[in-house]
């Protein structure tokens, strides 16, 4: 009679990773990188629109102390150029201008003086006769910088 020995299997231990386990890592890493990706493209835009914001910023904050630096007087005559203080005076930036600057220069009735409520009409003191309310005028001037198109602005008083 022949012997016939039974064996159970050795097991084998697995070393490295499976195809489908690394399928399966591939997918989760895949999917976790949309979002990073879809943030850094919002921050790298975010970070467009500040340094546009920053520098229109700063063009405004130029121009204003270039005009607050001009004397008086000149301030009076670009106002009366103007005629009213809804229209950008000649101290604006020319029309094609990118982020141009335009400027509203407007007698200012601080103390409504004339009695109309109106901060940008003025008495006339007509003390020199000829019925023009800026010949003469020694008040304050009201100065205005913007950006056309956009929210960038800044606003202040000139007096002699």
Not at 19 to 38: D, G, K, R
Not at 124 to 149: F, H, Q, S
Request: proline fraction near 6%; charge should be negative.
């Amino acid at each position: 009679m022949s012997h016939c020995e039974f064996h159970a299997p050795v097991p084998r231990y697995q070393t490295g990773l499976a195809y489908v386990e690394v399928l399966v890592a591939a997918a989760i890493i895949a999917l976790a990188l949309v979002p990073i990706i879809e943030a850094l493209q919002t921050g790298m835009l975010g970070t467009e629109i500040y340094k546009s914001a920053t520098a229109q910023h700063y063009a405004v904050l130029a121009k204003m102390e270039e005009l607050l630096a001009e004397p008086h007087a000149t301030l009076i005559s670009g106002a009366a150029v103007a005629g009213d203080p809804s229209t950008p005076s000649n101290y604006s930036d020319p029309p094609a201008t990118p982020d141009r600057r335009l400027v509203f220069l407007g007698l200012y009735d601080a103390d409504n003086a004339d009695g109309d409520n109106d901060l940008y009409t003025v008495a006339d003191p007509d003390l020199d006769g000829d019925g023009n309310v800026y010949t003469g005028y020694t008040g304050l001037v009201w100065v205005r910088v913007e950006i056309a198109g956009s929210v960038h602005y800044m606003e202040s008083l000139s007096a002699q």
